[in-house]
Structure formats: structure tokens, C-alpha cells
């Protein structure tokens, strides 16, 4: 099945500066990778996705990239606000199974 | 438009006890999720269902955790009997299909089990 690795585990940058987490994926059958914010106590919701057919998506002060040769991919946030504090959770897809598998969070705090 | 709705929102029993969570995806949408998060781990998906049949069950303990959803709608997970490793956050998810759209996540039961 997918394996999907995650880092780093705790990254704490300063306001303003930019914050990049990496996940690999083992399936070279993934397409789909989605990116996931989680707040402390609420659930995880969607902020970016990515699909194999594309090698980078922005969306305002977030992008990421994908590299399906090196099977990684990468979230990006540029000029972090205190806001931007959360766990992150990268995942892929099998476009065979259609299995989600989530990398183990990234916890992000940004000091003010 | 109405989210994801779980019931309950935290629940405590003792080991070997049965539990039972529910689950009501946004309205419309053929595939549901049962994940467990363990605390400072990712969600791990127990069980993927496409409108009342089961896509996969392989990270499903069976010998102890049984979900349905009969009518295609509504979901029930059970755990019967539970173990102090079950202790956890049980999410459920729905999408329109399970083609690589959107998960929209319900706001978890959190189970602890003494």
C-alpha cells in the first residue's frame, strides 16, 4: 500500500518569514494530493490539492509542488501570519483504489 | 449548505465496553470515510464506503470495529469491545465520489477509553 512520510515533524518560524513542509509517497500510482489544515481541537479542512497532471498550484500565500519522478511533493507558505498556526497533514491517492493515506501532521507555529 | 454531522462529540467508557458513533455526510454524496486519529498522528481511514457498499475495510479491525450504511446515507461505526488503544478521535468524511474530490470532514467523536 502507500506510504506516506511527512517533514518535519514541529517547524516554528517567525511572522512573516515563509514555511515549507516536504512529504514523499512510495505509490507511483498516486494523483491526487491533497493538503490539510488542522486547528487544535477542530477538524481538518482542505486548503490546497494537487494533481498529478500538474507540477505546481498557488492559491494566495500558499503553493505547492510536485515532483512525481522524485514522488514528493511540498506545501509553501509565504509571509506566515500568526493565523497560519495549526497542524498541517499532507495525503495522496491512489487513482487505482482511490485510498487516501496522510502523512503523519506537521506542526506549524508562527510567533508573532 | 450543512456540514458533516457526528454524534457524539465525546464519549468515555471503560475497556471492554461497546461504543457506537454516527455519522451523517453532506447531503448528496456517495462516498463516506471512517478515520481514527490517535493523538499527534495523522488520520488513518478505517473504512471508505460508496454509496451503501464497502470500497475497502483493510485497516479495519474486524475482530472488534463493524460499520454499516444501509441505506446509502447515514453510517454507524461500533466498537465492541473496546481497548485503551482505541482512545481516539473517530472523524468522518464524505465526498461526492471517490475520485479524487474534496473530503469534507465532521467534527470527530473523541473516544477515551479507561
Same mark, same amino acid.
Given at each position: 500500500?502507500?506510504?506516506?512520510?511527512?517533514?518535519?515533524?514541529?517547524?516554528? $518560524?517567525? @511572522?512573516?518569514?515563509?514555511?515549507? =513542509?516536504?512529504? %514523499?509517497?512510495?505509490?507511483? &500510482?498516486?494523483?491526487?494530493?491533497?493538503?490539510?489544515?488542522?486547528?487544535?481541537?477542530?477538524?481538518?479542512?482542505?486548503?490546497?490539492?494537487?494533481?498529478?497532471? $500538474?507540477? @505546481?498550484?498557488?492559491?494566495?500565500? =500558499?503553493?505547492? %509542488?510536485?515532483?512525481?519522478? &522524485?514522488?514528493?511533493?511540498?506545501?509553501?507558505?509565504?509571509?506566515?501570519?500568526?493565523?497560519?498556526?495549526?497542524?498541517?497533514?499532507?495525503?495522496?491517492?491512489?487513482?487505482?483504489?482511490?485510498?487516501?493515506?496522510?502523512?503523519?501532521? %506537521?506542526?506549524?507555529?508562527?510567533?508573532? | 449548505?450543512?456540514?458533516?454531522?457526528?454524534?457524539?462529540?465525546?464519549?468515555?467508557?471503560?475497556?471492554?465496553?461497546?461504543?457506537?458513533?454516527?455519522?451523517?455526510?453532506?447531503?448528496?454524496?456517495?462516498?463516506?470515510?471512517?478515520?481514527?486519529?490517535?493523538?499527534?498522528?495523522?488520520?488513518?481511514?478505517?473504512?471508505?464506503?460508496?454509496?451503501?457498499?464497502?470500497?475497502?475495510?483493510?485497516?479495519?479491525?474486524?475482530?472488534?470495529?463493524?460499520?454499516?450504511?444501509?441505506?446509502?446515507?447515514?453510517?454507524?461505526?461500533?466498537?465492541?469491545?473496546?481497548?485503551?488503544?482505541?482512545?481516539?478521535?473517530?472523524?468522518?468524511?464524505?465526498?461526492?465520489?471517490?475520485?479524487?474530490?474534496?473530503?469534507?470532514?465532521?467534527?470527530?467523536?473523541?473516544?477515551?477509553?479507561?
Amino acid at each position: 500500500g502507500e506510504n506516506v512520510e511527512q517533514h518535519p515533524s514541529t517547524l516554528s $518560524v517567525q @511572522e512573516g518569514d515563509s514555511a515549507v =513542509i516536504k512529504c %514523499t509517497y512510495s505509490d507511483s &500510482a498516486s494523483n491526487y494530493f491533497p493538503w490539510y489544515k488542522q486547528e487544535l481541537g477542530k477538524r481538518p479542512q482542505l486548503i490546497i490539492d494537487i494533481r498529478s497532471n $500538474v507540477g @505546481e498550484k498557488k492559491d494566495q500565500r =500558499i503553493a505547492v %509542488t510536485l515532483n512525481k519522478t &522524485a514522488k514528493h511533493f511540498s506545501l509553501h507558505i509565504t509571509e506566515t501570519q500568526p493565523e497560519d498556526s495549526a497542524v498541517y497533514f499532507c495525503a495522496a491517492r491512489s487513482g487505482g483504489s482511490y485510498i487516501p493515506t496522510f502523512g503523519r501532521g %506537521t506542526s506549524l507555529i508562527v510567533h508573532p | 449548505e450543512a456540514g458533516v454531522a457526528q454524534s457524539p462529540r465525546y464519549k468515555i467508557i471503560e475497556k471492554r465496553q461497546s461504543v457506537a458513533f454516527w455519522c451523517n455526510p453532506i447531503s448528496g454524496h456517495a462516498t463516506l470515510y471512517w478515520y481514527q486519529q490517535i493523538l499527534g498522528q495523522g488520520p488513518k481511514l478505517l473504512i471508505q464506503f460508496q454509496n451503501n457498499g464497502v470500497v475497502d475495510d483493510s485497516q479495519l479491525p474486524k475482530d472488534r470495529f463493524s460499520a454499516e450504511r444501509l441505506k446509502g446515507v447515514d453510517s454507524t461505526l461500533k466498537i465492541q469491545p473496546a481497548k485503551l488503544e482505541d482512545s481516539a478521535v473517530y472523524l468522518c468524511a464524505s465526498s461526492l465520489d471517490g475520485g479524487g474530490q474534496e473530503q469534507f470532514f465532521g467534527p470527530g467523536t473523541r473516544l477515551t477509553v479507561l
